[in-house]
């Protein structure tokens, strides 16, 4: 939420950050701004909507050359998205220039405190506060770091700052608490960033900051240090990805694009993880398999998305490992007073490694002293730093607010965690381990067999495109399935989607087949699956009210055709694994219905990519 450039070194600062902007605009796209500092002054600009609004601000009212400078794009927390709410904010006497990710609390009573003291406040923003307290302190000690530290000092809540003073030339200066805030080291310049997509065109060198930190960059030097003023440590890293996986790559949108890496992704999330004799090699993890064997109860903690991944993970673990497994939304899960003990195991699973609930789980539960496992695809993120051990997914850089590979590789990663604990605490044979690994290996190859049969998804969506209402239902795996699908078609085709177990119609939701509403059902497989029969009848339910069926079958499944009005059919793989080929006509289908009503894809209306705040 909200993405946030600093930029200091021989490049024109105004060219990096809108650059840098752009690549981060999936974070957050109500408004965007720049401050640059010239000869002694700030010059800024700033518009609500999106960053071609900038742009064009820029065209109409330049501002002359230079070297050092901060950017934001905005997701609206504190104050509606306008130009006057949009960053960066300006202390009083338009000394510094602030720009800020994140919730300040206590903005209320430190705003009262100013504007007591007679400074005037320009915007409704929590962060002017910080702008404004900024200009106080800097007036006192002529010392951007000392400043920074005097102001977050009395800050409560998230955030990140970044900063830049009139009179200070050749630095930026940027604090972190709870927030996502990454250094990119160049030659004769440096970066700070939310997130690397925005500098790696410039540097593939980024240094992972810790909680608590202030950093400070000129073009030839990275300072860090704590809060308190004592020396910090930090952990510099090479970007494995480059600039190419950040870019659309010819296709319309990174969503598209990011769909139809799948194959790629899920291979690379298996890459390494796999002995010749087929039995898992996380060496990784860092948790001891002594302590694995100790655990009790695993609880899965997730939002959107990577919850309903997290669904699917508990049939596998459980039915691998007979250890009780519960899921839970990362935003209940504390609030709830969960059960949790040393020999509780709590798996996290976050594309961004960022989002704020899921990071507070993570919190909640070590202090509870429980062990916790991340599933992050974001090297250097918070969420992994905080954890005792991390399973990364190596997906590249998701981009398209809508995740999609995010998903995939998330469910790869469960199933490597699920079958590694199966094989540690011996509750599956090695050649079962084995098999199913090998299940798992073909996995790329069916995923480009649905991929290239997306012509009648795409057919589907044309036809229809004018529904009001679309229903997925599911059983089993194929249940978190159904929810996901009807996510992807509410963020970002608008459009009215539900999610049902199938077993439940009859206890209400059936009430809303009326004549022709469409409704998926993902079939889980023939002849393998007790359920795949119970399906087929819940399909005959839903057609005999006029319900217009689209079915999703493995390829052979004779007793599901007569059924379906419309058949996407999917390569057999075991039904566990159904949802990783399932999920991709839901995802393309949702993709296209977006396009053809001529949404923005790739950022649906009021979404972040990354959900920083609570
Ligand atoms: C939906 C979507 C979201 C995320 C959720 C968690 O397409 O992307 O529901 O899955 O916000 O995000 P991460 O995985 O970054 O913690």
């Keep these: 939420m909200c993405g946030i450039v600093g930029y200091v070194g021989h490049r024109d600062a105004q060219e990096v950050i809108i650059d840098g902007l752009r690549r981060m605009e999936y974070r957050g796209y109500d408004s965007a701004g720049l401050a640059l500092v010239v000869d002694g002054t700030i010059e800024w600009r700033k518009k609500a909507g999106k960053l071609a609004n900038l742009e064009a601000e820029l065209v109409e009212h330049p501002i002359p050359a ?24 300006l202390s009083a006497d338009g000394r510094v220039a602030l720009v800020h990710n994140g919730i300040i609390e206590n903005f209320a009573a430190i705003r009262a405190e100013l504007e007591a003291e007679g400074i005037t406040f320009a915007s409704e923003t929590d962060t002017e506060t910080a702008a404004q307290l900024l200009g106080r302190e800097i007036a006192r000690s002529d010392d951007l770091v000392a400043a920074m530290r005097a102001v977050v000092a009395r800050l409560e809540g998230a955030f990140t700052l970044v900063a830049v003073d ?21 030659e004769g310049e440096n970066f700070l960033a939310s997130d690397v997509a925005s500098f ?11 909680q608590d930190q202030i950093v400070a960059i000129t073009p030839t030097s990275v300072t860090v ?11 510099p890293f ?43 090699n996380l060496d990784e993890m860092r948790i001891d398999q002594a302590e694995l ?55 996290t699973i976050s594309q961004s490694g960022e989002t704020a609930d899921t990071l507070m789980a993570i919190r909640h539960s070590r202090e509870q002293h429980a062990k916790v496992i991340a599933i992050c695809n974001t090297n250097g993120a918070t969420i992994p730093r905080e954890s005792d051990a991390v399973i990364y997914t190596h997906a590249g850089p998701e981009i398209g607010v809508a995740s999609t590979k995010g998903f995939t590789t998330q469910l790869i990663a469960c199933y490597l965690l699920g079958l590694y604990l199966a094989q540690v605490r011996g509750t599956k044979f090695g050649d079962e381990i084995a098999s199913l690994v090998a299940e798992l290996e073909q996995i790329p190859a069916k995923m480009e067999e649905v991929l290239k049969r997306s012509d009648s998804v795409l057919e589907l969506a044309r036809d229809l495109i004018d529904e009001q209402s679309i229903l997925f239902l599911g059983r089993h795996v194929g249940y978190p399935a159904a929810l996901e699908g009807a996510l992807k078609l509410k963020e970002i085709a608008y459009l009215h989607a539900e999610g049902f177990a199938a077993g439940e119609l009859k206890h209400g939701p059936i009430a809303l087949i009326d004549e022709g509403l469409p409704v998926f059902i993902v079939v889980p ?31 052979g499944d004779d007793e599901a055709v007569p059924y379906a009005d419309t058949l996407l059919s999917l390569p057999v793989v075991p039904t566990l694994f159904q949802p990783l080929l399932a999920i991709i006509p839901l995802q393309l289908f949702a993709c296209e219905v977006a396009t053809l009503k001529g949404y923005d894809v790739d950022q649906p209306r009021n979404l972040a990519k990354s959900v920083t705040v609570e």
């Excluded at 497994?325 to 709590?346: G, H, M, N, Q, W």
């Excluded at 006029?546 to 079958?553: E, H, N, P, S, Y």
């Design 238 to 280: 090479h970007i494995d990805w480059d600039l190419s996986a950040a870019e659309k790559g010819g296709y319309d949108w990174f969503m598209r694009k990011e769909i139809f890496e799948q194959p790629q992704a899920v291979a690379d999330t298996l890459l390494g993880r796999i002995d010749d004799d087929g039995q898992l």
């Design 66 to 89: 230079s070297h050092q400078g901060v950017g934001h794009t905005r997701w609206a927390t504190h104050g509606g998205p306008t130009d006057v709410n949009a960053h960066p904010h």
């Design 225 to 235: 240090t704590n809060f308190d003023g004592s020396e910090a440590e930090t952990r």
């Design 293 to 347: 064997r100790t655990i009790d109860k695993i609880i899965i903690v997730a939002c959107g998305t990577a919850y309903y991944a997290g669904m699917v993970a508990k049939y596998a673990i459980e039915h691998w490992t007979r250890v009780p497994c519960e899921v839970d939304l990362a935003s209940e899960f504390r609030y709830r007073d969960p059960i949790i003990t040393k020999s509780t195991l709590v798996v």
């Design 525 to 555: 497989p023939q002849g393998r699956d007790q359920l795949h029969d119970k399906v087929i009848s819940n399909i005959q339910e839903v057609r005999a009210r006029g319900a217009r069926t689209i079915v999703l079958a493995e390829d």
């Design 166 to 186: 009139a009179h200070t030339p050749d630095l930026v200066v940027a604090a972190r608490r709870n927030s996502p805030l990454v250094v990119g080291v160049g």
């Design 200 to 210: 790696i065109a410039h540097t593939r060198e980024a240094i992972e900051l810790g």
